[in-house]
């Protein structure tokens, strides 16, 4: 073959070579971003399903008990969860199929329920419930321990639940902090952040009523309209990262619309933001953990 053929040869398959890399690439590329399209608008669901969530629980919360709707057993047709009457998102148990469950008021469109070993909650979704036997609201009974908000009168030291002596947190007058439970003459608490601890020192704490209640709802829902709001924003164009603190501790939550905490930024430190998602921005920890920061007001940049 003369030599000038063998080139032509040589080129046309490097050619080939090439496209097929392009190609590769190409699909590839297409492949990501058919993934992070799934990813978004499944995080927009889940944004929206928290907003709807977190609005039913305010309105229940809100509502007067209907005083003509007597208690009855009723059963669901499928797994629900069963929220505590606190005003938190955080569910406090699940309701099953095939299980029969007592309301015992009804709030809006809302159902005050007793489960079995006592503890009473709030089923938002009571569509196509089996509604079983009416019962004297008598039967109902006693409920178990019932989370409530509260606030110390001076600084409190919460200890760890492992019964290690290092303090989980310090309880300062002025915040509202929520008993989820008891242990051993304790109460178990949960601060705003999420972290969980003993109050062994309860004397002269005051409990919350259920303005407290609706109030935390309330900024609940707040919450979840500013996440579902930052999930459907598109990145801002044309952002310059930049260096930032924060006035006072804040949550930064998960990309994925669920509201699930990521790492709480504290006063003091430097952060990275990232991209601008709407009113929200996406920020980077020093140990490299993203998510969204909800509330930048007041933030200092660097």
């Known amino acids: 073959m003369p030599p000038f053929l063998v080139d032509v040869e040589r080129l046309a398959s490097r050619q080939s070579e090439a496209e097929k890399r392009l190609a590769e690439m190409e699909r590839r590329a297409e492949l990501l971003r058919l993934e992070s399209e799934a990813l978004r608008q499944e995080a927009e669901r889940r944004a929206l399903q928290t907003v709807e969530t977190a609005q039913r629980l305010a309105n229940a919360l809100a509502a007067a008990p209907d005083r003509d709707v007597q208690p009855f057993w009723f059963a669901v047709p499928v797994s629900r969860p069963l929220m505590g009457q606190d005003g938190s998102l955080e569910p406090t148990g699940e309701l099953v199929p095939g299980i029969w469950y007592l309301a015992v008021e009804q709030r809006g469109k809302a159902l005050v329920v007793q489960t079995e070993d006592g503890r009473r909650g709030l ?180």
């Open 123 to 302: 089923l938002l979704d009571a569509d196509g419930i089996e509604r079983g036997f009416y019962v004297d609201y008598g039967a109902a009974g006693e409920p178990g321990f019932e989370p409530f908000w509260f606030a110390v009168p001076v600084a409190r030291e919460m200890l760890s639940e492992d019964g290690s002596p290092e303090p989980v947190a310090e309880l300062a007058p002025g915040i509202w902090y929520l008993a989820v439970g008891q242990s051993d003459g304790a109460f178990v608490v949960q601060t705003e952040d999420g972290r969980r601890g003993l109050l062994f020192e309860t004397d002269g704490i005051q409990h919350g009523g259920s303005d407290v209640a609706e109030s935390h709802a309330r900024q609940a829902l707040r919450k979840a309209k500013r996440l579902a709001g930052a999930v459907a924003a598109a990145p801002e164009p044309g952002f310059q990262p930049f260096w930032f603190a924060v006035p006072v501790a804040r949550e930064m939550v998960r990309e994925d619309g669920s509201l699930e905490p990521v790492a709480e930024l504290i006063p003091g430190t430097w952060y990275l933001a990232v991209e601008q998602r709407g009113p929200a921005i996406l920020a980077q920890s020093a140990d490299g953990r993203r998510g969204l920061l909800l509330d930048t007001e007041g933030i200092q940049r660097g």
